[in-house]
């Protein structure tokens, strides 16, 4: 699926993040089989970045998603999930806050969590929640709905958003880190 470089006036743009994308991606996702793809896409990226570090230990990250309701963040949650091997339910964690996942993957160990944030009504909360400890684990961490949380995520590797077109999604993917570059060249 080609992808090329675009610009989009998402309200998460790039600009409401402390720092400038080091690279940015299109990606038209015209079905749910092409968001399946992407995500496992996605995933293989998250092998490649995790080999190619040798004996260093992964330092995680963290990936953004972001769009309206129907937009298909949980669908592509799940699609890279599957890729990367987690066979049982993927629950969206609406109600739990976060869903853990413990993978073993062709890369080795790794733990996922996947966070959902919508029903946050303060940034206090995510505070409160103690959910800042997932994130300095060398997990990947998957939030959807970010914003919930005001600043206090900082800036994310990946920020994933998705917007509904016509019958699709379009997906603009934003890098704000090396790791998080390297991921999404490969995708």
Known sequence: MPAAQARSTH????????????LERRFDLPDEAATLAFGARFAQALHAVRQT???ERFAGLQVQLSGDLGAGKTTLVRATLRALG????????TYTLVEPYSLDTESGPLDVYHFDLYRFADPAEWADAGFREYFDRGAVCLVEWPQQAGGLLGVPDLEFALEIEGEGRVLIARAFSNTGKTCLERC
Do not use: I
């Open 53 to 55: 570090q040798n004996n």
């Open 11 to 22: 309200p998460l743009s790039a600009a409401s993040h402390k720092g400038t994308a080091q």
């Open 86 to 93: 987690h066979e049982g339910r993927v629950r969206s964690p």
